[in-house]
């Protein structure tokens, strides 16, 4: 990394548990071995995908994005957990494994609506490093 270090866009991908199962059994086809956890009973997901900003656009238009910084990371929440504070926390324990510096553009939270991922930026009440994307789709 360069000592500004790389840019970095969070999505925080929220499905229902039906969605989740689809997701988990595509990864496990995809990648034999690959551990993706089962949801508990009365839990919700969000999945957290490390991205260069440039790569929303091709996110939102489901198509895969090559180079993710790392493997999407599961999170699993009550019901009662707000999915800003979820994301915000995945966000966080990424963060705390990395050693070196990254510069952040505001997270975005990605909801499945009708087959389609909608885009809605999450910026947690923070000041980030990089500016919000301007990608095509994703609402304030």
Same mark, same amino acid.
């Given at each position: ?43 919700? /997901?969000?999945?957290?995908? !490390?991205? *260069?900003?440039?790569?929303? =656009?091709?996110? %939102? ?6 180079? $993710? ?37 505001? /997270?975005?939270?990605?909801? !499945?609506? *009708?087959?389609?991922?909608? =885009?809605?930026? %999450? ?6 490093? $990089? ?10």
């Amino acid at each position: 990394m360069r000592d500004e270090g790389d840019p970095v866009q969070f999505i925080g991908q929220v499905y229902t548990s039906a969605s989740y199962a689809q997701w988990r059994s595509a990864q496990l086809k995809r990648m034999p071995g690959a551990f993706v956890p089962p949801l508990p009973a009365g839990r919700w /997901p969000l999945v957290l995908w !490390t991205m *260069r900003p440039a790569d929303v =656009l091709t996110f %939102a238009r489901g198509k895969a994005v090559r180079g $993710l910084y790392v493997a999407p990371q599961v999170g699993m929440f009550e019901s009662e957990v707000d999915r800003e504070i979820a994301l915000a926390a995945l966000i966080g324990a990424y963060l705390a494994d990395l050693s070196d510096p990254v510069q952040i553009a505001p /997270p975005i939270l990605a909801v !499945t609506v *009708r087959g389609r991922a909608q =885009l809605r930026l %999450a910026p947690l009440e923070r000041t980030w490093t $990089l500016p919000a994307t301007e990608a095509v789709g994703v609402r304030s």
